[in-house]
């Protein structure tokens, strides 16, 4: 009898455990929010060198970069389920930013004016989709 309630036991607690691990499979990993989050760190790093006015080009340079990179992820990232406005509002992100990297902006007077259309085309976006 005895035997009997520790298998049953057992099984109780695995079928619970497979459960809860097939549950946390399934949820997967939020790569979207993975993306914005990375957008988010380079624009902050980029805004806070234009506050404290030490906006050096290299630095600059590696930020707008990494931005470039990640604007690609966005089509991917949010699927490709999408309507059409949203493919035009991730083009004109990635299009801005090919600008904003072209200009490579050595003050922080040419870093606003070249992150200008970046911030219009995040906003537009968000407005819009978020």
Do not use: W
Not at 18 to 28: H, I, P
């Amino acid at each position: 009898m005895r035997a009997l309630l520790l298998v049953i036991l057992g099984l109780a607690i695995g079928a619970v455990g497979a459960t809860s691990a097939l549950s946390a499979l399934r949820q997967g990993t939020p790569f979207h929010k993975g993306v914005m989050a990375v957008m988010d760190h380079h624009i902050d790093a980029l805004r806070a060198d234009m506050r404290a006015n030490t906006c050096e080009a290299k630095t600059v340079a590696t930020h707008l970069d990494r931005l470039r990179e990640t604007a690609r992820d966005v089509r991917p990232a949010f699927g490709t389920d999408m309507d059409a406005g949203f493919g035009q509002a991730a083009d004109r992100l990635s299009t801005s930013l090919d600008e904003a990297v072209a200009a490579a902006p050595a003050s922080c007077a040419a870093l606003s004016t070249a992150l200008r259309p970046v911030g219009e085309a995040c906003q537009s976006c968000h407005r819009q989709y978020r």
